[in-house]
């Protein structure tokens, strides 16, 4: 498991005392296997290259994440430092959390440490917009947004539907909920993918879905699929579009068939009824259309 990371507060930063804040993301840094990262990355996308990864490493020394984010945009992918990213991110205090320098120290750190000097000019120059600047960084980094991270833990209630999900199809488990959601801090979307999978069950995280579907609008299949992978695979949320770039214009009911397969969940199109509009020319993809609900309502910046 990663070390404890404390981020400076923004009261502290740049000041004498964040030199051993500094320290800390030094750390991090020689902790991040990236040997093993790169292994698992090429496992999956390009087999091949295995070999090719300890002659990388040692071309690419002390510029490690840059290279990552140049495998992600080679491949059209997510970043393979979300991994990392999302465990130190769940080791984040409430405090924490809620202050934007230990959110954008912790972020840089891992995706741009290069870059650790610039927290408080971006937070400057985004006062008040950092909405915006950590969705640029996301979109930038090809890596997960962590407000979105922090979105969908305030909103999902993990212990609440593991519980169900337990008491549905193994009740001997139960008992064991609170030690099993500790074990998967940070991937517990993973967690309810795996147990689906091992019972032959629909997703836990399936009602979550559907609930958010009735309350929210999606009105593209980009905002549908961000919703979709911020429930069931919150580290891919930022690759929505590319995703379904990917795939190509026409084919999106062929991505969400696939996804609602490989998570074991409803199939969002079938609630959410997304359309051409028949009114006026014909408008760039994906802005050219609308959403016919079939649910009733319920009660760092510029790139480098």
């Known amino acids: 498991m990663p070390p404890s990371l404390t981020p400076p507060s923004r009261s502290s930063y740049g000041s004498d005392s964040s030199s051993s804040s500094n320290a800390s993301i030094s750390c991090l840094e020689r902790r991040i296997n990236f040997k093993k990262l790169l292994a698992s990355f090429f496992r999956r996308y390009d087999p091949n290259r295995i070999t090719e990864i300890d002659v990388l490493l040692k071309r690419n020394e002390g510029k490690e994440a840059k290279l990552m984010l140049m ?10 430092l979300n991994a990392v990213y999302v ?7 409430t405090e924490q959390l809620e202050d934007f320098t230990a959110l954008a120290t912790l972020y840089l750190s891992v995706f741009r440490p290069s870059d650790l000097s ?13 909405d915006e600047l950590f969705s640029k960084l996301a979109s930038n980094f ?8 922090r979105t969908i833990e305030q909103q999902v209630d993990y212990r609440q539907a593991l519980t169900a999900f337990f008491e549905e199809n193994d009740l001997s488990k139960v008992d064991e909920v609170d030690a099993t959601l500790a074990k998967s801090a940070g ?16 997703n836990g995280l399936d009602a979550n879905l559907k609930a958010r579907l009735a309350d929210q609008a999606c009105n593209d299949y980009i905002s549908l699929l961000q919703l979709y992978l911020a429930i069931f695979h919150p580290a891919c949320t930022s690759s929505a579009e590319s995703m ?7 084919r999106e009911h062929e991505l969400f068939d696939i996804l609602a397969r490989k998570f074991r969940s409803t199939n ?3 609630i959410c009824k997304i359309v ?3 009114d006026g020319p014909a408008e760039t993809k994906n802005k050219s259309l609308c959403l016919s609900r079939s649910l009733p309502q319920s009660p760092m910046i510029a790139s480098r």
């Open 118 to 130: 610039e927290v408080d000019n971006l937070l400057e120059k985004y006062k008040g917009k950092e």
């Open 71 to 80: 495998l992600a945009k080679r491949y059209d992918t997510s970043n393979p």
């Open 276 to 278: 051409k509009k028949t």
């Open 142 to 149: 090809h890596a997960i947004n962590p407000l979105k991270i």
């Open 87 to 93: 465990k130190y991110h769940a080791r984040l205090s």
């Open 187 to 202: 991937k517990e979307a993973i967690l309810f993918s795996v147990l689906a999978e091992k019972y032959q069950a629909t």
């Open 244 to 250: 379904l770039a990917r795939y190509g214009f026409g």
């Open 268 to 270: 969002p199109l079938s």
